[in-house]
């Protein structure tokens, strides 16, 4: 409000001193406390930060039965190095952001920070993550800013766990995980990050019913791992504007002109590329695999990469002739021609 000055920031004090100070702010501020490193990030005056810090009214989301329940102290201070980013980011440049690192470095993405993901529209205003919105914005500290958020932001599950959580979107492709046993065999792999073109319950409508008829059979179920291994790339993580490539790898990271950005990614099928172009324009990006698939919802985190999730599923090219490769179109698939595709990959 007019003449309240507990948001305004002091440019003398550092984000630890005034979220010390802030009477909205003090269960984060404890928690800090408790953390010694942390604490020495907030305070730290050599290098900019800035924090998303959750209001005490956030806190009061916590349900009842859990709040007696304090989490492995490893656990809070991962989540509290989920709300602190690398460098100065104001309201200005977040809204032309997709995602952002963080402090929270991850052994499943090869040691590379996890991000944050962050949106923008004139309906919805900016939010972190989907749901996370901002309350006030661009408080400024003596090293960084402070964004005060309405919600506790926590790392992200696992991808097949994402899947498993949204059967409205994934149901179709988490029983393919399921029938193929693919689902236990990705568990027992170690992967340092990746990126998964996850095909929607709609892509797989797209194929029609005989297609889906004989993907889900006996017979067909080998056609249908090969379709997703196809689908994911282990070790390399891409998102809209950002690359953790495989630490193995030393070749080139892509190719990129102004603002437009080729790579090809090595999928689970035998290596078979998976090509990317990457296109942004004033903060709308577009990304295309393949030449044809559009990603329909990007940048969705999670804690061993990223799911850029398609409505189109992803099929591995083919040579035909003098003609390089064909595009998939988007059509209802024959038997004969699911067989002919993927034949050279099954098991």
Not at 7 to 15: F, P, R
Not at 189 to 200: D, I, K, R, V, W
Not at 234 to 252: H, I, Q, V
Not at 288 to 300: E, F, I, K, L, M
Request: proline share 5%.
């Amino acid at each position: 409000k007019h003449g309240h000055h507990d948001h305004h920031g002091d440019l003398s004090k550092t984000i630890y001193e005034l979220i010390s100070e802030n009477k909205h702010t003090k269960r984060f501020a404890a928690l800090v406390d408790e953390h010694e490193d942390i604490k020495e990030l907030l305070q730290d005056t050599k290098t900019n930060r800035t924090l998303f810090i959750p209001t005490d009214r956030a806190f009061e989301r916590i349900p009842d039965h859990d709040k007696d329940k304090k989490p492995p102290a490893e656990v809070i201070r991962a989540i509290l190095a989920y709300h602190i980013a690398p460098g100065r980011y104001c309201s200005r440049r977040l809204h032309f952001s997709h995602t952002i690192p963080t402090e929270l470095e991850s052994s499943s993405l090869g040691s590379h920070p996890q991000r944050l993901r962050i949106s923008s529209s004139l309906v919805f205003g900016s939010r972190i993550n989907f749901f996370t919105k901002f309350i006030i914005k661009d408080i400024p500290a003596k090293n960084g800013l402070i964004h005060a958020v309405d919600f506790i932001l926590i790392p992200p599950p696992p991808s097949y766990k994402i899947i498993q959580l949204l059967p409205n979107t994934f149901s179709t492709l988490s029983l393919g995980l399921e029938t193929t046993g693919l689902g236990d065999d990705l568990d027992e792999l170690t992967f340092e990050g990746g990126t998964f073109f996850a095909p929607t319950n709609r892509a797989f409508t797209r194929l029609g019913p005989r297609a889906n008829a004989f993907l889900f059979s006996d017979h067909g179920k080998k056609y249908l791992k090969a379709l997703i291994k196809y689908s994911i790339v282990a070790n390399d993580t891409l998102y809209s504007d950002a690359y953790y490539k495989r630490k193995e790898d030393d070749g080139d990271e892509g190719v990129k002109s102004m603002d437009n950005w080729h790579v090809d990614l090595s999928s689970l099928l035998d290596d078979k590329p998976i090509s990317v172009d990457i296109r942004s324009w004033k903060g709308w990006v577009s990304i295309v695999a393949n030449g044809y698939t559009h990603v329909a919802v990007q940048d969705v985190l999670a804690r061993d990469g990223v799911l850029q999730i398609v409505n189109s599923v992803l099929f591995p090219p083919r040579r035909d002739g003098h003609h390089g490769w064909l595009e998939t179109e988007d059509r209802e698939w024959e038997i004969d021609e699911i067989v002919e595709r993927l034949e050279p990959y099954v098991e």
